[in-house]
């Protein structure tokens, strides 16, 4: 996956987790946690998913990679690299 | 073999295996009894529908609201507001002797109310809800200080702390005569600052809509299915062993049947860790009426009431505690159409050391007895609906026990909660009741929590 199409899978994610959510508007810089309302309950969800739809396992130390759609899209590009968008 | 093995199909159960499917589990949910609930299912009586134990579901938040465990639960279940079908509630009242307290699940309610009916205590009810907004549930210190000792700093008024403990402490303590700030701190938010609301078609619409989303996600459950004991070796659990006979192997085990319950289950020798068991259990009546209530002038949700000014919250002495009681009407809520029947409900403290002893014979006459003084209690309180009563029905501290299995028909469990929710054992775990959060909107909580705890990370 390239990074346009991870950042495509963690919106798609996020409104799976929060479908009442705009996600639209999403300022890819600022941390999900400021313009989102996530709880730790959240995040734990998008590693789950993560580890659902590609079987990608992420260790619990490096949830914080995961605070905003930059740092995450970063994390990820590396780990998805062979992964192919469906 | 089973990744994940949930014992009991109640709310805290159901939800835990929504959670554990959802991310492709082999779960599976064993469940005692004939139907799913727990402390909260339903039935059919002579025609009607009922539901074992539904007042109202607390945490009610609008619909868009992304705090709070409502919103918190419908994200982690991937369900929408709109699945459970909420009604806010009419409005209800707190009734003390002299004093009436209304409120809704608007806060400023009840700021006015307390305004008018305790003035001077006014100011001193803003600090204490600055500093309820400000508690952190996450922050288990806070669990162990005492609520009444908080409160007696907090407002001057005694009345006033006695009014305010009356529906938490129905709705939510497991301890007699006081609270932990943490719980009181939780129940306070959940029922005056957020708020109370039903379905229009009641408990079975939210454990229909759990038990779909379970088994659409590929869940299995089985009922009738109760686990006699849990099979030990080297400190983890193997498996289950039904009660009858049969043998199922699981990687873990999540149990919501209760700490010391679950303990016994165990057959690895070791001395059950002894834990004051719950005392406090309930008697409710149930009257269906050939009107709604309001047309008896009656449109409360629910009517807290308390005949003196001192609130006892613990076990009667009495088969049922006359002096106090939780009256509910269904159909007083924000519906779109109206219910079928009128029903009320009341909810007294009863003593299970008395209704467990009385033979068949006694127990049914027994029952008549107290419903009868119970509604007469009641009636003290919210207009006389006794001459428009068309069916009855009752239940007892043992109709508990019997349905949940839950020592002496502790509605919310022992007093001293497993919040970690761990065990002896490095793969048995406990949710719900007894794992630290009670009521429905709360023991979903729970069920979730304890999945994503324990049961999702490795
Ligand atoms: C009369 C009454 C009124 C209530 N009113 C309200 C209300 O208005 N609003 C509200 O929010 N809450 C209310 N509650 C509280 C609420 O119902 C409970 O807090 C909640 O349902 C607890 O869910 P749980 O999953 O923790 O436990 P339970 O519902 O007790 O679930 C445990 C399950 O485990 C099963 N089980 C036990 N042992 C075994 C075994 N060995 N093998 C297999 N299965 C087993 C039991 O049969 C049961 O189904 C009320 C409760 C009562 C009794």
């Known amino acids: 996956m390239t990074a346009a199409e991870i950042r495509e899978e963690i919106l798609d994610i996020l409104e799976a987790i929060a479908p009442d959510e705009d996600l639209s508007n999403i300022d890819d810089s600022v941390n999900f946690r400021d313009q989102l309302e996530l709880d730790s309950m959240d995040f734990l969800d998008i590693v789950m998913e993560l580890r659902k739809r590609h079987r990608i396992q992420i260790p619990e130390d490096d949830y914080i990679e995961l605070a905003s759609m930059n740092s995450t899209v970063a994390f990820l590009e590396p780990l998805m690299k062979d992964i192919q968008k469906v | 073999m089973y990744d994940t093995i949930i014992i009991g199909a109640g709310m805290s159960g159901l939800a835990a295996g929504i959670r554990l499917a959802y991310f492709d589990q082999r779960v599976l949910v064993l469940e005692r009894h004939f139907t799913i609930g727990g402390l909260n299912s339903f039935y059919r009586l002579r025609g009607r529908d009922y539901d074992v134990g539904l007042h109202a579901l ?27 079908q909420i009604s806010p509630q009419l409005g209800s009242d707190i009734v003390f002797p002299g004093v009436r307290l209304s409120f809704d699940n608007d806060l400023d309610l009840l700021r006015e109310e307390v305004a008018r009916e305790f003035p001077l205590q006014i100011d001193r009810f803003d600090r204490l809800i600055a500093e309820i907004v400000e508690y952190d549930d996450l922050d288990e210190s806070h669990q162990q200080i005492s609520a009444r000792e908080r409160l007696a700093e907090a407002l001057t008024d005694p009345l006033l702390v006695e009014m305010l403990f009356c529906p938490l402490m129905f709705y939510g303590s497991a301890r007699e005569h006081d609270m932990d700030w943490g719980q009181f701190s939780i129940m306070f938010r959940s029922i005056f600052m957020e708020g109370l609301g039903r379905p229009h078609a009641g408990v079975r619409l939210i454990l229909k809509q759990l038990v779909r989303r379970y088994r659409g996600l590929g869940g299995e459950l089985k009922l009738r299915a109760g686990v006699q004991r849990l099979a030990v070796e080297d400190g983890r659990v193997t498996g289950v062993v039904l009660e009858n006979g ?159 299995g839950h020592e002496n028909g502790a509605v919310y469990g022992s007093p001293e909660k497993q919040f970690d929710g761990r065990t002896h054992l490095e793969n048995l775990f406990v949710c719900g009741t007894d794992q630290g959060f009670v009521g429905i909107i709360g023991s979903i909580v729970s069920g979730i929590s304890m999945a994503n705890q324990h049961c999702l990370r490795e």
């Open chain 2, 246 to 404: 049969e043998e199922v192997a699981a990687r873990r085990i999540l149990s919501s049947a209760g700490w010391s319950e679950t303990m016994r289950m165990c057959d690895d020798g070791a001395p059950v860790v002894s834990r004051v068991p719950g005392r406090l259990s309930f008697c409710e009546t149930i009257a269906s009426l050939d009107v709604e209530p309001h047309t008896l002038g009656h449109n409360r949700t629910i009517t807290f009431f308390n005949d003196s000014e001192k609130f006892d919250w613990s076990r009667p002495e009495l088969p049922c505690d006359l002096r106090s009681g939780v009256i509910c009407s269904p159909n007083n809520f924000q519906y779109g159409k109206p219910l079928d029947d009128g029903t009320i409900r009341i909810t007294a403290l009863a003593n299970f050391d008395y209704w467990r002893h009385l033979d068949e014979h006694d127990y049914r006459l027994e029952k008549l007895r107290w419903y009868d003084s119970i509604t007469a209690s009641a009636v003290r309180f919210v207009p006389d609906y006794r001459h428009r009563v068309v069916d009855t029905d009752m239940f007892t501290p043992t109709t508990i026990v019997r349905f949940t």
């Open chain 2, 58 to 84: 607390t945490n009610i938040t609008p619909k868009g609201s992304k705090r709070g465990p409502l919103a918190r639960l419908l994200r982690q279940l991937r369900l929408s507001w709109d699945d459970l």
